[in-house]
């Protein structure tokens, strides 16, 4: 059975920082991609970062290109999100998920999912 487990959300001031964990299980880095999305009130869900990591490729959307950082350390089976810069417009629910075999932008084509993990940014 996979399992996605994400952490590391919370409350943080604008301009802070925040590092989201997303352990998985029942699924193996080298095929699937790992994506981190997020759904802010009142919006669509968007892919916002993504990982493949069996060759290191990474992609982001603009919106926080440059502020963000995936990573992952397969020997935890962990895919990290390092936030920086935070601004008010990041607060949202943090989803990552797993999509076979490439990292998509579609948010439909992720087929395993987390339960998410809050983030705030107060200003």
């Known amino acids: 059975e996979v399992q996605l487990v994400e952490s590391g959300g919370g409350l943080v001031q604008s301009g802070g920082s925040l590092r989201l964990a997303c352990r998985a299980s029942?699924?193996?880095?080298?095929?699937?991609?790992i994506g981190w999305l997020r759904q802010a009130p009142g919006k669509e869900r968007e892919v916002i970062s993504c990982?493949?990591?069996?060759?290191?490729?990474?992609t982001y959307a603009d919106s926080v290109r440059g502020r963000f950082t995936i990573s992952s350390d397969n020997g935890k089976n962990t895919v990290y999100l390092q936030m920086n810069s935070l601004k008010p417009e990041d607060t949202a629910v943090y989803y990552c998920a797993a999509d076979y075999p490439f990292c998509s932008t579609r948010v439909s084509n992720y087929q395993h999912w987390g339960k998410g993990t809050r983030v705030t940014v107060s200003s």
């Open positions: 029942g699924l193996s880095f080298e095929t699937y991609a």
């Open positions: 990982i493949m990591s069996n060759d290191g490729f990474t």
